[in-house]
């Protein structure tokens, strides 16, 4: 018989080990690290020390609005059933995707723009601060640059850019890094909705630890 690890804790717990130990740099602020090393996770893939890329000092910013209970803006589904909920429900953080909506889908007819488009639209209308999280939707991150250059994302406190593909990908995030918002984004067409969700529950977890602590 094979001898394995079975408990789940101690899998992760040496996956992460094993993840820090076969990292080439390691000298990042503990919650960089956090993120860094869940996003490795992720993907198995250590290619992401070179290309995830933080702007403004935005882990910060994300685990302050976080820790005040903001809502968090997705274009996926998938980005919304995976970040954790017994975390959000501590911080009374609500998550929101509105690409599916009827108001979206109207919208979107009635301008001639993508549903991704105008859930960002509307997400904007919505009262509170706000963190986008974007792992599909080029258009979706091209559209908060609109936004952003018509002074109308002021409740946005920060953006996860990490659409995936080979159509507008790379270029919206080239965008969103020319822009003065805090951002994280992955360079070129990798990136994704669990790429996204790694990086949420990383700091969702921090916000946690922050706030049990008050």
């Given at each position: 018989?094979?001898?394995?690890?079975?408990?789940?804790?101690?899998?992760?717990?040496?996956?992460?080990?094993?993840?820090?130990?076969?990292?080439?740099?390691?000298?990042?602020?503990?919650?960089?690290?956090?993120i860094m090393?869940?996003?490795?996770?992720?993907?198995?893939?250590?290619?992401?020390?070179?290309?995830?890329?933080?702007?403004?000092?935005?882990?910060?910013?994300?685990?302050?609005?976080?820790?005040?209970?903001?809502?968090?803006?997705?274009?996926?589904?998938?980005?919304?059933?995976?970040?954790?909920?017994?975390?959000?429900?501590?911080?009374?953080?609500?998550?929101?995707?509105?690409?599916?909506?009827d108001?979206?889908?109207?919208i979107?007819?009635?301008?001639?723009?993508?549903?991704?488009?105008?859930?960002?639209?509307?997400?904007?209308?919505m009262?509170?601060?706000?963190?986008?999280?974007v792992?599909?939707?080029?258009?979706?991150?091209?559209?908060?640059i609109?936004?952003?250059?018509?002074?109308?994302?002021?409740?946005?406190?920060?953006?996860?850019?990490?659409?995936?593909?080979?159509?507008?990908?790379?270029?919206?995030?080239?965008?969103?890094?020319?822009?003065?918002?805090?951002?994280?984004?992955?360079?070129?067409?990798?990136?994704?909705?669990?790429?996204?969700?790694?990086?949420?529950?990383?700091?969702?977890?921090?916000?946690v630890?922050?706030?049990a602590?008050?």
């Open positions: 018989m094979h001898d394995f690890i079975k408990n789940p804790g101690k899998i992760e717990e040496e996956s992460f080990r094993i993840i820090y130990e076969s990292m080439k740099n390691t000298d990042l602020t503990p919650l960089r690290l956090s090393q869940r996003v490795i996770h992720t993907t198995t893939d250590f290619i992401y020390e070179d290309i995830l890329l933080f702007k403004n000092q935005v882990e910060n910013i994300i685990l302050e609005a976080f820790a005040s209970g903001c809502t968090i803006i997705t274009d996926t589904q998938m980005i919304k059933a995976g970040i954790s909920k017994k975390l959000t429900e501590q911080l009374g953080i609500r998550i929101k995707c509105l690409v599916g909506s108001e979206a889908y109207r979107s007819k009635e301008k001639g723009i993508t549903r991704s488009m105008a859930a960002v639209d509307l997400a904007l209308e009262p509170g601060d706000k963190v986008f999280a792992g599909n939707a080029p258009t979706a991150l091209f559209r908060l609109d936004q952003s250059n018509k002074n109308k994302i002021g409740s946005v406190k920060a953006v996860i850019g990490v659409p995936v593909g080979f159509v507008g990908a790379t270029e919206s995030k080239d965008a969103l890094w020319e822009e003065d918002i805090p951002s994280i984004i992955t360079k070129g067409r990798k990136g994704g909705s669990t790429i996204a969700v790694a990086i949420i529950n990383a700091v969702l977890r921090e916000a630890k922050k706030l602590k008050q």
